[in-house]
């Protein structure tokens, strides 16, 4: 099978929206095809073929928890993140609540101002439908959550603290461990939703202190719809998605099993690779930075400075509409994001960014630039190049 980053290349496009989906590696694939052809049967059947299935889910399930600080009993296979990220903050209120909120004490939902909306639509649905309150900790300009506000938002009637692991519009990296003793000072559980985070640096739960997590396993190199949501044996939790009682329970449905087959591999692949990887996908993120600072020089590199995910570039350029920028790039052979690629289509101004204290205008005009392979000079050239070519029109159409 030929290299992806040799086809991107040749082609002349470049692709930079890892953040919203990464090529399957071919590996992952390799793994899963037996699970397809061969080794195909319900892990839910009673057979011989049955329980070897239900062997190698379980195998899948205890690596992708060796790798993540987690036990093996604690991993639910979903179909991704939204899934998983729904799952942990409906399933985990709902089972704090006995199923009626008017009946406990914990009616809190604590969740941060720049929330993927898989995780902040699920918040509010429980306080539209169950009595839930959401409150929204603010973050500072770099998106780096205020402690010292949350500490004052958690209390006695905290239900649950729901933080991402690292932010998806600009790639800040949150202080969980610090977010988790909060949380757990109170008696609230803590989940994470380190979508954008797994693969990408190196993640322990047990480390984070959080008793939930949720992962996507399109973003480091399976097919889309596989994802898992970590949880605590311990903890409170209440099944969604009813039928035949699969995941213990936690989530019916027959699993993909070759698709956990392939998370397990895939995440054991980003991991080994992460540290040889990272210090030059950083490099290629400030060479980026710099080489289109030189031809834009009003460009604003969004996010925190220090704390962010690797190969990860996020911009605002004032006066531009970062969807027109993002549709001329894409003339130009340049795939890339005006923000979130779940909120495509959508005028209104980022609310990560206004939440970082940007203004209305600046917060429409973002553009965001994602990689897994280390960029070369002259893919950095060509990038400047084509977004000095492409803000000149829209300036002078402007
Ligand atoms: N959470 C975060 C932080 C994300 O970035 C995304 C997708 O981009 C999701 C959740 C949703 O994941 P999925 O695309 O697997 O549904």
Known sequence: MCDPDDSVRAAGNLYLDSAASEAADPDVIKAMLPYMLQEYANPSSVHAQGKAA?????KAKSEIASHLGARAGEVIITSGGTESDNLAIKGIAMGMAGGDASQVSRTDIVISAIEHPAVRESAYWLERHFGFRVREAPVDAGARIDLSRLREMVGARTALVSV??????????QPIREVASIAHSCGAVMHTDAVQAAGLIPISMADLGVDAMSLSGHKFGTPKGIGALLLRSSLPYEALISGGGQEEGLRSGTENVAAAVGMAVALRKSLKSL????????????????AVNRVVPDAILTGDRKHRLPGHVSLVFPGI??????????????SCSSGSACAVGRTEASPTLLAMGFGTDMAKSSLRMTFRHVLNATE????AGRLRDSVSALTALA
């Open 321 to 334: 509409s970062g969807e027109a920028l993002l549709v001329e790039l894409d003339v130009l052979g340049i």
């Open 380 to 383: 950095i050239a060509a990038i």
């Open 54 to 58: 239900a062997a190698s889910l379980r």
């Open 164 to 173: 991402m692991l690292a932010n998806n519009e600009v790639g800040t990296i």
């Open 275 to 290: 540290e040889s990887r990272n210090p030059l996908l950083r490099d290629s993120a400030h060479a980026l930075c710099e």
